[in-house]
């Protein structure tokens, strides 16, 4: 079995300071572990991918994250935020060897302050 | 290359009506995804097709929703009858790949908008 958590359901930041999004998973195989964004009435995109190569991985806008086995978490940072980056943001688990069945966390809502 | 494709992008229907949706997946990517995103919470997987054959539907409500594709290629979502509690964003995803070679991303649509009155 598999499964995700966000640890934050809301955080609040200002625009310029860093921003951290926590995400630990649970996974009984080497997962493949993803990042999306979604925007106010929007699709879901995909901002970054650890599938088994570099432990950090760097996405698009600035957005980066790394893979800890030890501590089975996958938190997502930028160093500077943003008023664009204010959006939902979703942690999902692929398990591969498992059930192959791509696992959502419940998402965080990142606020960004001028 | 184009992204997925999904019809209708909103719909209002009453309770115990019926409403289908669509999806077009990106050329060649064999795997189709249909979410529910309920307000306020992440998606929920409906149903997960490999070409033509389903892969997972166990949470799909099976007394009132159907899914197909047809072909390996496009699917359609349907509920009948609808409830209050339908009301959701449908979300479809395709992916090129998963399993023991390594799982691709999911691309997603822009959903559908299901307000059931």
């Known amino acids: 079995a598999q499964s995700v958590t966000q640890l934050d359901s809301h955080v609040s930041v200002s625009e310029g300071t860093p921003v951290l999004l926590r995400c630990n998973y649970s996974s009984s195989y080497s997962p493949s572990l993803f990042w999306y964004v979604q925007h106010p009435n929007k699709g879901l995109q995909l901002l970054l991918k650890?599938?088994?190569?570099?432990?950090l991985v760097k996405g698009i806008n600035g957005f980066e994250a790394e893979f800890k086995k030890s501590e089975t978490s996958f938190h997502l940072t930028k160093p500077s935020a943003h008023m664009s980056d204010a959006a939902e943001y979703f942690c999902v688990v692929f398990a591969s060897g498992g059930s192959y069945i791509p696992t959502f966390g419940r998402g965080t809502s990142l606020i960004v302050h001028p | 290359e184009a992204g997925v494709a999904q019809s209708p992008r909103y719909k209002i229907i009453e309770k115990r009506q019926s409403v289908a949706f669509w999806c077009n997946p990106i050329s060649g990517h064999a795997t189709l995804y249909w979410y529910q995103q309920i307000l306020g919470q992440g998606p929920k997987l409906l149903i997960q097709f490999q070409n033509n054959g389903v892969v997972d539907d166990s949470q799909l409500p099976k007394d009132r929703f159907s899914a197909e594709r047809l072909k390996g290629v496009d699917s359609t979502l349907k509920i009948q009858p609808a409830k209050l509690e339908d009301s959701a964003v449908y979300l479809c995803?395709?992916?090129?790949?998963?399993?023991?070679?390594?799982?691709?991303?999911?691309?997603f649509g822009n959903g559908t908008r299901l307000t059931v009155t």
């Open positions: 650890y599938t088994s190569a570099a432990t």
């Open positions: 995803a395709s992916s090129s790949r998963f399993g023991q070679e390594g799982n691709s991303p999911l691309h």
